[in-house]
């Protein structure tokens, strides 16, 4: 199998319907074996607040009781999972939509209470590819989205970050894998105020230097070590940006390196 790549999408993409169309076209094109994991957008708080249910947050990460789990797999295995297959297969991109609990393909604990109780929000526990490389197999792309299971009947809130690189890192126990975060930013930036301040390539030495220098700071900070570990781990290759980074590679974006 050629070098697998997973594709990881946000609310930029999601939230937005022609943004969405044009990646979906361009990923559509994208030749050899490709995964898609999506987060959940602003849709979900929409919803919630429509619905009467409090949306609570805590340093950008979503608390999730029992009514928004319900709201969050409405929204994240049903709407706008089904809406990526449909638009996929429009564009002749054959797509199967997953969540954790599909094909058991992802399992999670439910996350231990510390000094915030996140409720059903889930730290991923395993991954199991059986599935998966059976449909790319046979030339079918997977989505996933955020949503998990614990093997005991409850399904959890999981990090959409984290589940790309917890795929990124079993597809690399036997394949070549290239994981690509596309966000609404051309890169991780130097000053976060000036979207022309890309930090062209980062390697784990400088990456401690940057954050030492105040350069990366806040959620940017856990998403770039989780980079690292996979790569430390069996990852080939990890890449931040726009999403035009994966359809034109001289763009100008973060390339992360060991």
Do not use: W
Request: aromatic fraction near 6%; glycine fraction near 8%.
């Amino acid at each position: 199998m050629d070098t697998v790549r997973i594709v990881k999408i946000g609310g930029n993409i999601i939230d937005d319907p022609q943004a969405l169309d044009d990646f979906l076209v361009n990923f559509s094109k994208l030749q050899g074996p490709k995964v898609l994991v999506h987060g959940g957008g602003k849709l979900a708080s929409k919803l919630a607040l429509q619905m009467g249910v409090e949306v609570q947050m805590t340093h950008g990460r979503r608390i999730t009781d029992l009514p928004s789990l319900e709201i969050v797999t409405m929204v994240y295995a049903g709407q706008i999972n089904k809406t990526i297959i449909a638009k996929l297969q429009a564009n002749q991109c054959n797509a199967v939509g997953f969540s954790g609990a599909d094909g058991n393909a992802v399992v999670a604990v439910q996350r231990p209470v510390k000094t915030i109780d996140f409720g059903y929000v889930g730290d991923v526990k395993k991954v199991d590819l059986k599935v998966p490389e059976l449909l790319l197999g046979h030339g079918i792309t997977p989505v996933f989205c955020a949503i998990t299971h614990n093997e005991e009947g409850q399904l959890l809130n999981t990090n959409a970050d984290t589940i790309a690189s917890e795929l990124a890192l079993a597809f690399s126990k036997n394949y070549k894998t290239a994981l690509y975060y596309c966000f609404d930013k051309k890169g991780v930036l130097r000053d976060k105020d000036d979207e022309n301040s890309v930090i062209r390539k980062i390697t784990a030495a400088t990456f401690k230097e940057l954050v030492d220098a105040k350069y990366i700071v806040d959620g940017m900070i856990p998403k770039l070590e989780n980079c690292f570990y996979a790569l430390e781990n069996g990852v080939q290759k990890i890449e931040i940006g726009l999403p035009s980074m994966i359809f034109e590679p001289e763009t100008i974006h973060t390339i992360l390196e060991n």
